[in-house]
């Protein structure tokens, strides 16, 4: 079966243009000066993830992509959800420390930045959660299993693509989600759908930032929040 002219376009933005955007874009907030604000943030995680799936959605249709089977949940989906974020969430600590200081304070305008921030950084929690999957482990994979025959060279591309496409973040936390999206594509696998692996992308995605905003607190990276109990 080939690849329709919109499976194409979709291969070659999202497989090429995107990760030369994010590494510009890295290259763009490292330099001295002001970082993205919080509203920014999310209007470029808004747009970004909008227009990927505006290139998924004529993909879907016109090569007949099935990506939403009926849901049938089985013992491997919560054991792979549980197991999941269990290991992500505990080795968090360790990651954040592997990291410069200097690393850290850059990019935390990535993440919460306050206890104010939690409700746009659930949103895009959400966004991304849902729509990457759709992208990278449901769309992307399939055109790409069309393309080269094999489930194996389809996922070892699209979790190179998918690192790449997150290159603000620094190379250390590339290689960490390396791993992260390879562990995804095998609940995938596992589970014949995508609805487990969007459930702990967005759990995941959310708990990290809770977790980071504290952990830049305790490095003095970030102000504690101001006690307003009385005296």
């Known amino acids: 079966m080939g690849i329709s002219p919109s499976g194409w376009v979709f291969l070659v933005v999202i497989g090429v243009a995107f990760p030369l955007l994010a590494m510009r874009t890295a290259f763009r907030v490292r330099q001295p ?3 993205p604000t919080a509203t920014q943030h999310l209007i470029s995680v808004v747009v970004s993830q909008g227009l990927t799936l505006a290139l998924a959605l004529p993909a879907i249709r016109f090569d007949r992509l099935e990506l939403f089977p009926r849901l049938d949940l089985g013992w491997e989906d919560p054991g792979l959800a549980i ?3 269990l290991v992500t969430l505990a080795t968090l600590p360790a990651r954040w420390r592997w990291k410069p200081v200097e690393e850290r304070g850059r990019n935390l305008w990535l993440f919460p930045r306050s206890a104010r ?7 895009i929690a959400l966004i991304a959660g849902i729509l990457e999957e759709i992208v990278y482990r449901g769309v992307m994979l399939q055109l790409l299993q069309r393309l080269l025959g094999s489930w194996w060279p389809a996922m070892l591309v699209c979790v190179a693509v ?5 290159f603000v973040q620094g190379w250390r936390a590339m290689l960490v989600i390396v791993a992260f ?3 995804s594509h095998g609940i995938v696998l596992a589970t014949g759908d995508l609805y487990t692996a969007m459930f702990v ?3 995941y995605d959310f ?3 809770v977790m980071v905003l504290r952990l830049a607190r305790s490095d003095g990276l970030l102000a504690a929040p101001v006690s307003t109990e009385p005296l």
């Open 117 to 123: 921030d939690l409700g746009r950084w659930a949103l």
């Open 201 to 203: 992308h967005v759990v």
């Open 83 to 85: 197991a999941f974020l």
């Open 207 to 209: 708990l990290a930032g």
């Open 33 to 35: 000066g002001p970082k």
């Open 181 to 183: 999206a390879a562990a």
């Open 162 to 166: 998918f690192s790449l496409s997150h």
